[in-house]
């Protein structure tokens, strides 16, 4: 595979987390960690089913613990912390605060082997974070104490993801099909958790089931398979940079499916943490 062929289907990943926020929205009131259960037990079964037919299985035994262990708090911990935060705060707000993962990975990797942490990498962060502020002191609903801990999760969220992301390049080696894995243990850890601190409450329409499904067949599952791909042989520098599109596009679907309310500050908020992120990764591409 080509180094551009795999940037382009890690390209893909991007494009499905944009209807991430739009699903979660719409398997309301189910709780987040069984959300988390449901979603990862469908991608996770799926992603092992096709490495069974690919022959990918046997490959798995080799792989290290660590890279489960990474790879399992990585997705269970992002997850877990966002489907909460669009529970306790409005979807626009904490996703685009969640988003703000693009421009940490940016400014992580500065601190990788090999890389250095320029002062464009600064200046792009000061900007994104200006934009997550203007967006919970300015946004739609102006600030509330009452969404305060949502959007805390959010940022812990974006934390955690850009965390992952970073880290997973120092075991490129492991194969794609450990990704199944790593959503059938986010299931499995999920579901003891949801039973002793949450209610259950399944999805009570049509529309509420479809929203699940939708989040395991593609942000929730096949975007991290392609994703994985895109990381550790594509080019990471410009997969980075055109991740700082899903804030926009999250936004846009969001606004389109009449779940937010176009404004002023959210565009601005937006085009901010879109316009930092750029900015860091301008930074990163210079010899």
Known sequence: MTRMRATSIGFVAVLLW????????????????????????????????????????????????????????GLFGYHALYFSALRLAPAA????????????????SGLLPGERFRMGHLIGAAIGFGGAALLILGGSNGFSAQYALGYGLAFLCALTWSSYSVLSRLVGDAPTATVGVFCLATAALSLPLH????????????????????????????AFFVWDIGV????????GTSSYAAPLLSTLVLVLAGVAAPSYSLLWAALLITGGAVAAARASLRP
Do not use: M
Request: neutral net charge; aromatic residues 10%.
């Open 18 to 73: 944009a209807l991430l926020a739009l699903f979660t929205v719409g398997s309301a009131p189910t709780p987040p960690l069984l959300l988390n259960t449901l979603c990862f037990a469908l991608g996770g079964t799926l992603g092992l089913i096709w490495a069974a037919k690919t022959g990918a299985l046997a490959s798995l035994r080799k792989v290290p613990l660590k890279v489960y262990v990474l790879g399992t708090l």
């Open 195 to 222: 039973l002793v601190f949450e209610e259950t409450v399944f999805p009570v329409t049509a529309l509420g089931w479809a929203s699940v499904a939708g989040l395991g067949l593609g942000p929730v599952g096949l």
């Open 93 to 108: 707000e904490a996703g685009l605060i969640a988003y703000l993962w693009p421009l940490l990975i940016v400014v992580f």
């Open 232 to 239: 550790k042989q594509g080019d990471i520098q410009l997969l």
